[in-house]
C-alpha cells in the first residue's frame, strides 16, 4: 500500500480520486445486493459467503499455473472452486447423511483454509497478497485507468460496471421467473421454469460478481452487500419491487458512507484513515441497525411503542 | 355430492389412455427405503377424489411423483394418455400451505397471478388481462377485497384460497391439492367444499389429500386409501368400508379411533 500516502494528504478535501473509489464502490455494492436480494429470499444468504470463501483456492490454483492475474485464468479457477464446493457440499450432505447447512460450513472452510495455505505459499514467489484478498485494493482504483472514447476511466470501475449491468439485466429480464422460484420452487418447476436452471442461474451471478469484485475491492464487501442491504430492504417494505430498489439504495449509501467514514471517523480517535472496504461493509451493517431499530413496521422501537400501546 | 352410482364393472371401461390420471407400478424411495409401492391407479374424468391415509403413507409423495417433483424409481404416470411435461397446461396443483414462507414480500393479487405464469412463458410479463383473470379468481374463492394485501397480514384460512385462487386462473382440467383443508377455519372449508363441487360440476377432476374421514363420504365421490399401497381406490359408497379403513390405519394405534368416527359416519 504505497499509494497510502496520496489518500492523507487529500484526506481533508475531496477529489476526483475520492468520487472514483465511491463510484467503483457503488457498483460492485449494487452488483452484490441486485442478486443478493433473491438469496436473501430463499433463504441461501450463507451461500453468497460460501461462494466468495470458495473461489479463493481456485483463484490461488489459477494464479500459480498461469503466473498472471489476467481476468479468464482467474475465473476459470473461482468458476472450478464454485463447481467443486456446491458438488462437494451435495455429496457430504447426500451420502453422508450430513445437514445441508453443516456440509456447506465444512466445504467452505476448508476450500478457504486451503486457498490461504496456497496463496501465503504463492507469496513466496509471487505478488499475491492475502490481505488484498480480504480487504482489496479499493483504495487504488483512480491509480489503474483506461481511456475509452476520450475519458480516462478506472479499469474497476468499467469491470465492476459491466457486472452490475449484466446482473441487473438478467434480473431484469428474469424477473418474474426468480420471484416465482424464490417463492414457490415446486410450483415453479410444475409450471415448466425449471427451479434448479434458476438456483444456477442466481448462483452464477453471484460467482461471477464475487471474482470482478474480488481483486479490486476484496471480498469483505461482496459478503456484505450480498446480503445487508436486501434484509436491511425487507426490515422496510413488503412489496418486492420496493424491496430490490431500496436496496439499491442502502448498497450505495453504504458505500459513500462508508468511504466517507473511512476518511474521517479515524480522524475523531486520533488514528490515520483505515481501509475503505472494511467500512464500507461497517457502514452497511450501521444502515441495517437503524432499520432494525427504527422501520416502522418491524423495527424494535416500533414493536416496543406497539406493545406498551396495547396495554 | 352422493356418490355417484357407477357400478364398479364400469371401472374396466377407464381406459388409461384417456383417464386424466393413469398411475401404473410406480414405486418412489428416499434412501432406499420405499415410501411408494407398485402403484396402480385409474382416476375417471369428472370425479372429486380423496386420497386418505395416516401419516407418512406417501399421499404427498403420489402427488409429487405425479408432477415429476420427485424421481421415480420405476413406474410411469399419464396424464390423459401422456407424460406430465407434455400436459402441464391442464394440470393445477395446490401445494401445502407450509411449503411456502409467507412472509414473502408479494401480495395476494401477486401469487394468484403466478397461476398465469405458464401461459405468459418466459419473459413476458403479467399484464391487465392477466390481473382481471386473477382478481377473477379472488372472487371466486371470496377474497377479492384483500388483494393489495401482503400475505403474511392475512389468516391461514385466506391463505390457503389465495393458493386456491391461483390453481383456478390455471384454468385446468387436473387438480392436485396437497391438504387444502388442514388447519382452516369453518368459513374457509365451506368455500373449499363450494369450490370443488362448482369445478366438478364444470367436470374437472380433482385429487386432494384429506385428513379428516369423517368427512370423506360428504365432500368426495371417489376415494383412494393408501399405506404405501393402494389399499382399495373407487367409488365412495364401496371402498370407504370398516375392512379397508382398518387394513390402511390398521397398525397406528393413535389412529384408529378415528377411523372408529369416521365409520359411525359411514354407518349411519
Sequence with gaps: ?311 | MAPSGDAAGEDLSYHSDTAPLAVHDLTVAYHRKPVLWDIDLDIPEGKLVGIVGPNGAGKSTLIKACLDLIPKTSGEVGIYGKPYRQQRHLVGYVPQRESVDWDFPVSALDVVAMGTYRQLGWFRRVGAKQKQAAMEALKQVGIEHLAQRQISQLSGGQQQRIFLARALVQNAQLYFMDEPFAAVDAATEQAIVKLLQSLNGEGKTCLVVHHDLATVTQYFDWVVLLNMRVVAAGPVAEVFTQENLHKTYGGQLGLLNDAAKALSYVTR
Excluded at chain 1, 503466473?67 to 456446491?86: D, E, L
Excluded at chain 1, 480487504?135 to 460496471?161: F, K, M, N, W
Excluded at chain 1, 459513500?256 to 480517535?269: M, N, S
Aim: glycine content about 8%; overall charge neutral; aromatic content about 10%.
Design chain 1, 1 to 311: 500500500m504505497k499509494f497510502r500516502h496520496l489518500l492523507q494528504v487529500n484526506a481533508m478535501n475531496w477529489t476526483s480520486f475520492d468520487t472514483w473509489i465511491v463510484i467503483a464502490g457503488s457498483l460492485c455494492a449494487l452488483a452484490c445486493a441486485l442478486p443478493g436480494c433473491f438469496l436473501v429470499l430463499r433463504k441461501m444468504s450463507m451461500m453468497g459467503d460460501a461462494i466468495s470463501h470458495a473461489v479463493l483456492p481456485g483463484l490461488a490454483v489459477a494464479f500459480m499455473v498461469t503466473g498472471s492475474r489476467t481476468s479468464s485464468a482467474m475465473f476459470i479457477g473461482a468458476a472450478m472452486g464454485g463447481v467443486v464446493t456446491s458438488v462437494f457440499t451435495q455429496w457430504i450432505s447426500k451420502f453422508g447423511n450430513v445437514d445441508r447447512g453443516a456440509a456447506m460450513g465444512i466445504v467452505f472452510t476448508t476450500m478457504f483454509a486451503l486457498g490461504l495455505i496456497l496463496i501465503v505459499q504463492a507469496a513466496d514467489h509471487v505478488d499475491l497478497d492475502p490481505g488484498c484478498v480480504l480487504y482489496g485494493a479499493i483504495e487504488l482504483t483512480p491509480l489503474d485507468l483506461v481511456t475509452i472514447g476520450g475519458y480516462q476511466i478506472p479499469r474497476t470501475v468499467i469491470v465492476v460496471g459491466a457486472v452490475m449491468l449484466l446482473n441487473l439485466i438478467v434480473i431484469v429480464a428474469f424477473f418474474k421467473e426468480l420471484k416465482l422460484s424464490a417463492f414457490d420452487a415446486p410450483l415453479s418447476d410444475t409450471l415448466g421454469f425449471s427451479s434448479r436452471f434458476l438456483h444456477y442461474l442466481l448462483m452464477t451471478m453471484v460467482a461471477v460478481t464475487t471474482v470482478a469484485a474480488f481483486e479490486a475491492v476484496g471480498s469483505i464487501i461482496v459478503i456484505a452487500m450480498l446480503i445487508v442491504p436486501p434484509a436491511t430492504a425487507l426490515l422496510l417494505t413488503r412489496r418486492l419491487v420496493l424491496v430490490m430498489l431500496l436496496s439499491a439504495l442502502v448498497s450505495i449509501l453504504a458505500a459513500t458512507l462508508g468511504h466517507v467514514g473511512a476518511l474521517t471517523v479515524p480522524r475523531w480517535f486520533g488514528f490515520e484513515t483505515t481501509s475503505t472496504s472494511g467500512m464500507m461493509a461497517t457502514a452497511a451493517g450501521f444502515l441495517f441497525s437503524l432499520a432494525w431499530l427504527f422501520s416502522p413496521s418491524d423495527g424494535l422501537v416500533a414493536r416496543w411503542i406497539g406493545r406498551h400501546r396495547d396495554r
